[in-house]
């Protein structure tokens, strides 16, 4: 009884350092504008809230590098019932365990089923512990990990091009998620998962050519939830925005 005494009282003894040292940072918490990259609320369910809160100077750089903290608000009881500082284990823990509960979206349409996340798909589980394996630190990986959140709910396409049970892709050049990339000259090949090494299609977001002025050039893609019909949009400095329309007959 002694030892869980003096246990308790060294672990309240630490949380009030820990409130101490952060107590400015509490203070100068904010929650910033939000854009379509830069969401800092979201449902959780019917009662909850996750908020984003963090510096001025971490609203308006990396959000990856500056202080932030997330936290659950019961708006029925108006309470906060957990905050957690980024990175946090406990709260990693939570994503990677139940990271479909962070797309509070609805999954009666048959075509929501195809969306994978390492807590339904084992490609996607494997991808996920392979980056966690190669980085270098285990906490710079929770944190960038977490800032992607709270999450645009309608940011992922449920098209079944992008189940990973049937097919493999290189994320890097696409993925599920609705945001700009690095465009490429090269065609986007979709590989049968069932048959290894087996071509199924590829997207050819525009005139094979060098890009010999040097000028950034990005991607964007927006897939029909059913039908195999894409739409790339492709935005170069300086240049119009050109708009390919894709059909798999």
Not at 20 to 27: R, S
Not at 155 to 181: G, N, V, W
Not at 202 to 208: L, Q, S
Request: charged share 20%.
């Amino acid at each position: 009884m002694k030892l869980k005494c003096e246990f308790f009282s060294q672990r309240v003894q630490h949380l009030k350092k820990k409130f101490y040292y952060h107590f400015q940072d509490y203070l100068d918490l904010m929650m910033s504008k939000v854009t379509h990259f830069n969401q800092q609320v979201q449902f959780l369910d019917r009662q909850h809230l996750l908020l984003k809160f963090g510096s001025v100077d971490g609203g308006v750089r990396m959000a990856d590098h500056h202080l932030a903290f997330f936290a659950v608000y019961n708006m029925e009881t108006t309470e906060i019932v957990a905050f957690y500082q980024n990175p946090s284990e406990e709260l990693y823990s939570l994503f990677e365990r139940f990271y479909d509960y962070f797309h509070a979206k609805s999954r009666e349409p048959l075509h929501a089923n195809f969306i994978s996340s390492h807590s339904n798909n084992i490609y996607a589980l494997e991808h996920l512990q392979i980056m966690k394996s190669k980085a270098s630190s285990l906490s710079q990986y929770m944190k960038k990990m977490l800032s992607s959140l709270p999450y645009t709910c309608q940011s992922q396409s449920p098209s079944p091009y992008f189940d990973l049970s049937l097919f493999r892709y290189d994320e890097k050049l696409i993925s599920a998620t609705d945001r700009h990339r690095h465009s490429t000259d090269h065609p986007l090949k979709f590989i049968s998962r069932r048959q290894p090494n087996v071509l199924k299609f590829k997207i050819k977001t525009g005139v094979d050519s060098i890009n010999a002025d040097g000028r950034a050039k990005r991607s964007s893609f927006l897939f029909h939830p059913y039908l195999p019909l894409v739409l790339s949009i492709q935005q170069t400095y300086m240049q119009p925005t050109v708009v390919n329309i894709h059909v798999r007959l």
